[in-house]
């Protein structure tokens, strides 16, 4: 192999199958989404979505939300259907009751967009970092147990995520929370 030929692996986690019309857009690292999200690395894939770490150009070295998080939805998941409302209830989140108690403890769309693919058109979510689940966070403790105290405040911040998105008229199926 020549010095300007790469090599490549092309396994794919979450299978080839999934990149289809209809399904995941195909993502390099160093693609650019809408003019400013520049991919580093992938973080992770669900049953609709891959997600990925991101450099956002158009903000300050340094600056909190210098990287970010990329959520790709599948073509499928809008524009079929059987759509999936996770943009409209993120943003009615996001724009509602600030000065609860829970709000602070939602990891809040930071911005959204729409991209044109091979596969169709995707639904891009932008989030915050945020740290690791309570899974692997406890690998960090002996014998995997979170302690006492430590679990008490995570339970605390759930319950009033929670008591925020049903204040705000959503039922939630997965749970997300920052942990500050």
């Not at 450099?55 to 790709?72: F, M, P, T, V």
């Not at 967009?113 to 406890?138: A, D, M, Q, Y």
Request: proline share 4%.
């Amino acid at each position: 192999m020549g010095s300007s030929e790469t090599s490549h692996d092309f396994s794919i986690e979450e299978g080839c199958d999934a990149y289809r019309p209809g399904g995941f857009h195909p993502v390099y690292i160093g693609d650019i989404f809408n003019d400013r999200y520049r991919v580093l690395n992938k973080i992770g894939y669900g049953a609709y979505s891959t997600v990925w770490l991101v450099q956002d150009a158009h903000r300050e070295k340094g600056h909190e939300h210098e990287y970010l998080a990329l959520k790709i939805l599948s073509a499928e998941c809008y524009f079929t259907d059987h759509p999936v409302f996770e943009r409209e209830i993120l943003r009615h989140l996001r724009d509602g009751n600030t000065t609860l108690a829970g709000y602070p403890y939602i990891c809040h769309l930071l911005d959204d967009f729409e991209h044109k693919g091979p596969n169709g058109t995707h639904v891009c979510l932008v989030f915050p970092l945020i740290g690791e689940t309570l899974r692997s966070f406890g690998a960090w403790f002996k014998d995997s147990l979170v302690p006492y105290l430590t679990m008490r405040r995570f339970t605390i911040q759930l319950v009033l995520a929670l008591d925020y998105a049903h204040d705000q008229g959503v039922i939630h199926t997965g749970i997300y929370i920052c942990i500050l």
